[in-house]
């Protein structure tokens, strides 16, 4: 077992992190000089809010924590962890496919929960269009996470902050 660099794991992850944030600010300015303020604006936000809900939960979130160790333990004991991981993505795609065909099909339930002020706006359906065309970020973007989980090497430097990096920026 590798010795543990501490001050070069934090360097790594901080300014992995802070790049995320600076390219997730461009990303903001430039959709809002794009969009503008106004309805659409609201919609769209409040559309992209649903997936990343869900995106916590599944790419970053508990599924994520769970993965990582088990997957770890698993390639150190040299106990078929590619199968492992295999199984994984099935599983976790088969979910994500349901949850997203059944966000589909509910949409406007899921808008009237989070955003129940645009119920009788203009804004209720436009939010209901776009939340059925980002949502199904939700499945990509969490097997993204499950293969760039797989890819972390035991005691190493994590993939997650570059890939937080590159899907902040899309």
Do not use: H, Q
Not at 8 to 31: A, E, K, N, P, Y
Not at 71 to 92: Q, T, W, Y
Not at 120 to 146: E, H, K, N, Q, W
Request: overall charge positive.
């Amino acid at each position: 077992m590798r010795p543990v660099r501490l001050l070069s794991g934090i360097l790594t992850v901080s300014g992995w992190t802070l790049m995320s944030r600076i390219l997730g600010f461009v990303r903001d300015v430039m959709i809002a000089g794009l969009i503008g303020p106004g309805p659409l604006m609201d919609a769209f936000v409040a559309a992209f809010r649903l997936p990343n809900m869900f995106r916590r939960f599944f790419a970053e979130g508990a599924f994520n924590a769970a993965f990582v160790p088990m997957f770890s333990k698993r390639l150190e004991a040299d106990e078929n962890p590619l199968g492992f991981a295999g199984l994984a993505l099935s599983g976790l795609g088969l979910v994500l496919l349901v949850l997203t065909g059944l966000a589909m099909v509910f949409m406007p339930a899921l808008v009237w929960a989070t955003a129940e002020g645009f119920a009788g706006d203009a804004r209720f359906g436009l939010t209901v269009d776009y939340g059925r065309v980002v949502f199904p970020y939700i499945f990509f973007i969490s097997l993204a996470a499950l293969l760039s989980a797989r890819s972390t090497p035991p005691g190493g430097s994590p993939p997650p902050p570059r890939r937080r990096c590159c899907s902040t920026s899309c």
